[in-house]
């Protein structure tokens, strides 16, 4: 399906992102992003420091196939593209995730939470479904990657009328700054400004 780009300080944008409701619902996904796909999620280069530095910290919560694969072989794999990313367990289940009552959940974000631990997860995790592309020239994209598992979270942000950016503002804030989660609700209203006008 082809997207509407706007530009925003320099990065590229698909209208999707602001004009999609969507709004988790762990109750009905259960959390499959993490345990369902055919790669882990992207990571920057300094995050696999953070990884280690912070990996005593989180450890406890993942599972024990998890923390034999990240102590045998690493905190990251090297995809199709060359890019780092999160390793998987027997091709699915993400090195740091675990079950709890059936729903999957993050070992890192978990610590997070409980206040042992100082990285949040994975900016890309963090930002999902939104998924950043860095290109050679510099510029920066961003897109909604479309995947099956999150219809429940498109019916719960189309009853809720969450549209995606709203529900990212903790990570899209971490990631690039509150002027620009500003810049997005700025361009949200002239969006429907305009979808307003063409249906008068």
Not at 43 to 54: H, Q, S, T, V
Not at 99 to 126: L, T
């Amino acid at each position: 399906m082809k997207q509407t780009m706007i530009e925003i300080d320099g990065k590229i944008i698909s209208t999707d992102i602001l004009t999609t409701p969507f709004l988790c619902d762990l109750k009905q996904c259960r959390g499959l992003c993490c345990v369902e796909g055919t790669g882990g999620a992207p990571l920057a280069d300094e995050e696999i420091d953070i990884l280690e530095r912070e990996y005593d910290n989180y450890s406890k919560y993942m599972m024990p196939e998890g923390r034999e694969i990240v102590e045998k072989h690493g905190f990251m794999v090297v995809d199709d593209d060359g890019e780092y990313s999160t390793p998987l367990i027997e091709g699915a289940d993400c090195v740091f995730s675990f079950q709890e009552n059936g729903v999957a959940y993050c070992a890192i974000e978990r610590a997070f939470k409980n206040g042992e631990c100082g990285f949040h997860k994975p900016v890309s995790c963090h930002l999902y479904p939104i998924r950043v592309k860095r290109f050679k020239n510099g510029s920066v994209g961003l897109n909604y990657n479309r995947w099956d598992i999150c219809s429940s979270a498109l019916e719960c942000g189309k009853k809720l009328g969450v549209p995606m950016y709203k529900m990212l503002q903790e990570a899209i804030v971490r990631a690039f700054g509150q002027e620009f989660y500003d810049a997005l609700g700025e361009a949200e209203s002239y969006l429907n400004n305009l979808s307003e006008e063409d249906d008068e």
